[in-house]
């Protein structure tokens, strides 16, 4: 089954306007020098959505963002829709990201209520997935990945319309990743957790990628494992050549 690599950047809370402009020209420039054959998307932070988006004009960059509400509009202070994600010409949404589950208390079934809304709106989504170092440390891990797969991806979900980041807590940022076979093994269950979900044609097209300290040099590694269709790159996406240098290492 052929899945179309993706590999996609979240900017995080990064980003200037002149920084974010500059790293969005450098993302195009590099992507354009080679014929590629995987899906690049950027997630910047809201604020610089409209900058990023014409910048990247003419590109096959496509843009994401990194929450969304689950309301189509209303008395939500604060808080982005779904509609005006795609306003700003959003493809994608990164939702149930470990930050948000842990800074906003957001639970398997926000993010579901939350994905079911960006879909109904036109959006795609990457739902985040992982266990924290103390669940893999009392082997957890399979077990935490499960549930939040049937939590937070909803019932309807459909290859077309749903990516799933696997991305271990303890791998965010701190240079740290799990072995190849615990990549493997972790992907592998989650395939199998969407098949019983969303049947085995969805769950065999549905693309699974691998986050928490992707770099350069452990892209080759961790993202040509047979069930990883790509990778979901937080501080190396602030370099346009790391980001690059990863869908090089990656195949693509
Ligand atoms: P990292 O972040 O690549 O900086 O570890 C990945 C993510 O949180 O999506």
């Not at 829709?81 to 990201?97: A, E, F, K, R, W």
Request: proline fraction near 3%.
């Amino acid at each position: 089954m052929a899945r179309k690599i993706m590999i996609a950047g979240n900017w995080k809370m990064n980003g200037l306007s002149a920084d974010g402009l500059e790293l969005a020209k450098a993302i195009k420039a590099e992507v354009k020098l080679k014929k590629r054959n995987c899906e690049f998307v950027v997630c910047p932070p809201f604020t610089l959505l409209g900058t990023i988006k014409k910048a990247l004009k003419g590109s096959r960059i496509v843009l994401g963002a990194q929450d969304c509400h689950f309301d189509e509009k209303g008395a939500h202070t604060g808080d982005i829709s779904p509609l005006m994600l795609l306003d700003m010409g959003c493809t994608y949404v990164i939702l149930g990201h470990s930050e948000r589950r842990t800074d906003h208390g957001e639970t398997d079934e926000l993010v579901s209520k939350k994905a079911k809304a960006a879909h109904k709106a036109g959006l795609k989504t990457i739902i985040c997935i992982g266990e924290t170092l103390a669940q893999r440390e009392s082997g957890e891990t399979i077990d935490v990945c499960s549930k939040q797969i049937l939590g937070s991806v909803p019932d309807d979900a459909t290859a077309v319309d749903t990516v799933i980041a696997y991305e271990p807590v303890w791998a965010i940022g701190t240079g740290k990743t799990p072995t190849t076979q615990d990549v493997e093994e972790v992907h592998a269950a989650v395939r199998k957790v969407l098949a019983k979900k969303l049947g085995r044609a969805q769950a065999n097209k549905m693309r699974i990628l691998y986050g928490g300290s992707v770099k350069p040099s452990n892209a080759k590694e961790l993202l040509s494992l047979p069930d990883v269709d790509g990778g979901l790159i937080g501080g190396a996406s602030l370099k346009a050549g790391d980001f690059l240098a990863i869908a090089d290492n990656a195949g693509c």
